[in-house]
């Protein structure tokens, strides 16, 4: 088979890959594999591993409640089965027995294993990535392996079982409790879908008798000098020696080699090695060293592992000249733009479908301009943190927390373990820069933990624990909601508000309360000292809050958050829908959202944080001022920029005139949020809706940042011919409406059917030469809309006659929801808009259209049966565009 016909097929360990030279190769055992449920729990009893006849088949290594493992032999032999073209199409492995899958516990796995003849001068040891929950293991009949393994992996010594050169009985058991009652978990439960039994990789390999067990490096960024120390399997039955060998950048190797005394034992056995003017890893040169580890035996190599490792710092210090504390890498402050990563997808639940997908997921995020993802309650697949490595992301790990069931000391020494399993296997990742041991009191207490000592104090120990395992990194205790944190590096809070004036005045509180000695958000008896302020959550639509636009809130909640210097960093909830919640930067199947702006306008270190609210009503010839403040953590060197803005208004006719503002010089220091003045702007003497646009440059005119606000100019409309028509004049089956302050600003109706409407005409109208209909119209999804835009269109047909004359057809390709809806947005209606529609009356039936009209003929929309995508109609004081449906006279 080729690598993709075969279910990830890379190599599970690519920071850790062992034997790549000929001889010492590895084998994958992804892929089909006998199993059966256990629904009674019999298997054991009656001997399933070494007699049972399995009779169904299941894809290694999806949890048996993913799409992908239910693909069938057929489908699983495909040349482009799992290729990553494949994996974009979930419908192609919908299988019967999907749904039933997610609700056993326990399952069995069997396969013939070749142990090839060349390792038989070797132990063999079947590897797995993660199998959820408990795992028991058979080699020909004989148990050799009972444990614990849910996110960390599991080594089992096959050796004195195995025949070499021939078949092998494989068996696997996987027990996975429903309840999760006393195991570490994340929101693979009874958050979404759950992951049980195989879900990474299972691989066999060769090791010598005493092996290379583990590594780490220990970098300095200033003298460039790297200490690697290594650690054994076993104390060695002689003496033996290390070879370490750095690939530079500039091209050559580095070799480093020394001995080790067999009294030695298993150690860490460390040396040093100098870089010349070491090449730092960070988000915007992620560089890493290729490492090769060899042991050897004289002359001999019996162990050879590639690894890599990166110069890079992560401390925490004070910005320069100030006491407000900041997350730095290499020395230098980092603004941390942040998004929630729950890392789960549609069709492997836990596990990536692919290692291209894993990959995409990391680019996805870079592209919409985020430098920092928290990988949420879930021990990452490594190859996710590979890619991260790899392409610059900086990482929070979070650990899974204690189980539902609470805090006990079965729960607590099982997430110990995992605690400890998890910082040995990654903690070289120089992508993670900070650990969080817990989310939101999950199993600790929730509301009561804030009153329970004895679990605060474990939580203190288990934070004092990983600094022992992990000194390099800031670690946080808890993420919370409940402002409970007992004793921490980073100060982290989250929210969920949609309302901007609650946003606001919910952010000020936060910061005015953070400072040495206050015991805001931290337990009673805990106060801060100076640890970082990070938002760790935040979003105007919460988890429950349905399938709604998050464009209008994701601008004005990170324009607040933007506004204090004392907040260094967001993270945003989140990157990607996940089943029923729908609040992530792109769809759960991965395709973008359209936000009608570029996300990479606000997600970026440099940035202009305008203080006021995102829309508001004002009159024509207003003027307005504007608070604006310069954050500047980007690239650009030096301490002035230019401040300049401008207006752009939207008319009733979808015009749109430009009036010139001003530019002038502003302070721009580096590592710092400064006043940069305000801005005074004179709305145009007619309504309309003003976008004020303001910006920073260079002196010779290069962008640096951009944003934007919205005002509604409300005032009496020129007279142009217009006959505005009410939208409580519109009527039809089925008609819904929304409305402002007890008038209609919005009708529709959902499926095929018609609207119909009165033109009011005066008598004193002056005969026209032309008349036209116009109106903002989009199709309406059931439920109202509000869904953002995305490429999933709604499409509907709709003709329309106005007093008997057919104007024609109007194709309507969706009911878009996202920040271009201003006026939607503004007053309650989500975001929905549509587009501008001009429908002209043959000039030759204008006389008697006009006249029809002030006999009081209708004006009606009616949907196409055979597109029947419904019809909205949008007032001014909703949609994109600031007028109501009107008949123009001229």
């Known amino acids: ?302 162990d050879l592992v590639q690894t890599y490792f990166a110069f890079r710092e992560v401390r925490i210090k004070a910005l320069p000249d100030k006491t407000t504390r900041y997350v730095h890498l290499n020395g230098r402050p980092v603004y941390l733009l942040g998004a929630l990563d729950q890392s789960l997808n549609p069709w492997g639940v836990y596990t990536f479908p692919t290692d291209e997908a894993i990959r995409r997921d990391v680019e996805l995020a870079r592209e919409a301009g985020f430098n920092f993802l928290r990988i949420h309650i879930k021990a990452e697949d490594p190859r996710l943190l590979y890619w991260a490595d790899r392409l610059g992301m900086l990482i929070m790990a979070d650990l899974p927390n204690v189980g539902y069931g609470g805090y006990s000391s079965l729960a607590c020494g099982r997430w110990e373990r995992t605690l400890r399993a998890v910082i040995a296997r990654d903690a070289n990742h120089p992508s993670i820069i900070a650990w969080c041991l817990f989310n939101e009191t999950w199993g600790l207490g929730g509301d009561e933990y804030r009153q329970l000592p004895d679990r605060q104090a474990w939580v203190r120990r288990m934070l004092r624990l990983a600094h022992a395992l992990d000194p390099t990194r800031p670690i946080e205790d808890n993420s919370p909601c409940l402002y409970d944190h007992v004793e921490t590096d980073l100060n982290s809070w989250h929210f969920y508000l949609n309302d901007y004036a609650a946003a606001r005045a919910h952010i000020a509180e936060v910061v005015e309360q953070t400072h040495p000695g206050s015991g805001f958000n931290y337990c009673p008896g805990c106060t801060q000292n100076r640890e970082p302020l990070l938002n760790s959550e935040y979003g105007g639509i919460s988890a429950r809050m349905g399938d709604l636009d998050v464009s209008w809130c994701f601008h004005f909640l990170t324009n607040e958050l933007r506004l204090h210097e004392r907040i260094c960093g967001y993270v945003y909830t989140e990157l990607q829908d996940i089943e029923w919640e729908r609040n992530g930067v792109y769809n759960y199947d991965r395709t973008p959202k359209e936000f009608g702006y570029d996300l990479r306008e606000l997600n970026r270190p440099d940035f202009l944080a305008l203080d006021a609210p995102p829309c508001q009503v004002v009159r024509p010839g207003q003027e307005v001022i504007v608070p604006a403040f310069a954050s500047h953590f980007g690239k650009f060197v030096g301490d002035h920029a230019t401040l300049g803005w401008k207006l752009e208004l939207l008319d009733h006719t979808g015009r749109v005139e430009e009036f010139t503002g001003a530019e002038r010089r502003t302070p721009f220091p580096r590592f710092a949020v400064t006043p940069a003045g305000k801005i005074s702007a004179t709305m145009p003497d007619r309504p309309g809706l003003v976008t004020l646009h303001a910006w920073l440059r260079t002196a010779a005119g290069e962008p640096i940042a951009h944003n934007w606000l919205h005002f509604h100019v409300l005032g009496e409309a020129p007279a142009d011919g217009r006959l505005l028509i009410p939208l409580s004049a519109f009527a039809g089956p089925g008609l819904q409406a929304f409305e402002v302050d007890g008038a209609r600003e919005a009708v529709w109706i959902e499926g095929a059917g018609v609207l119909t409407a009165t033109v009011p005409v005066p008598g004193a109208v002056r005969e026209p030469t032309s008349l036209a209909f116009v109106v903002e119209v989009s199709s309406c999804r059931p439920g109202g809309g509000g869904r953002q835009t995305d490429a999933d269109r709604w499409p509907s047909r709709v003709r329309i006659s106005l007093a008997g004359v057919d104007l024609g057809e109007v194709e309507l390709p969706d009911h878009p929801a996202d920040s271009r809806g201003v006026l939607s947005h503004y007053y309650g209606f989500a975001g929905r808009y549509g587009e501008l529609v001009r429908l002209e009356v043959p000039a030759e039936r204008v006389p008697a259209t006009l006249e029809a009209l002030r006999g009081g003929a209708e004006l009606r929309l009616a949907v196409d049966a055979d597109l029947p995508g419904g019809v909205s109609v949008y007032g001014s004081r909703s949609g994109r565009y600031p007028t109501g449906p009107c008949v123009v006279l001229t």
């Not at 290379?212 to 200033?222: H, N, Q, R």
């Open 1 to 302: 088979m080729s690598d993709h016909s075969l279910p990830r097929p890379e190599h599970p360990r690519p920071d850790w890959q062992r034997g790549k030279r000929e001889g010492r190769d590895w084998v994958n055992l992804n892929g089909t594999w006998q199993f059966d449920f256990d629904p009674e729990g019999v298997g054991e009893a009656e001997g399933w591993e070494r007699n049972h006849a399995f009779g169904d088949r299941i894809v290694v290594p999806f949890g048996w409640e993913s799409h992908l493992a239910w693909g069938d032999e057929d489908r699983a032999g495909n040349e482009d089965y799992f290729s990553p073209k494949a994996f974009l199409e979930p419908e192609r492995v919908t299988p019967e027995n999907y749904l039933e899958a997610r609700r056993h516990e326990t399952g069995w796995y069997r396969r013939s294993v070749e142990v090839p003849a060349r390792w038989q001068s070797e132990r063999v040891y079947l590897c797995c990535g993660a199998i959820d929950y408990f795992a028991k293991v058979w080699v020909n009949g004989q148990l050799l392996c009972e444990t614990e393994s849910g996110y960390t992996p599991l080594e089992v010594d096959l050796t004195d079982q195995v025949r070499f050169g021939e078949a092998n009985d494989l068996v696997i058991r996987a027990h996975d409790p429903n309840d999760h009652e006393q195991q570490p978990v994340g929101k693979q439960t009874r958050w979404y879908a759950r992951t049980s039994g195989i879900w990474q990789t299972v691989w066999l390999e060769p090791r010598g008798a005493v092996h290379l067990a583990g590594a780490s490096f220990a970098t300095d960024i200033e003298s460039g000098e790297v200490t690697c120390s290594i650690r054994l399997s076993g104390p060695p039955g002689g003496d033996l020696g290390f070879r370490l060998a750095v690939s530079m950048p500039e091209g050559g190797t580095a070799y480093n080699t020394w001995g080790v005394k067999a009294e030695a034992g298993a150690g860490p056995h460390e040396t040093r090695l100098t870089v010349h003017e070491p090449r730092l890893w960070s988000p915007d040169d992620p560089f890493l060293y290729p490492v090769t580890l060899e042991l050897l035996d004289g002359a001999a190599t019996l």
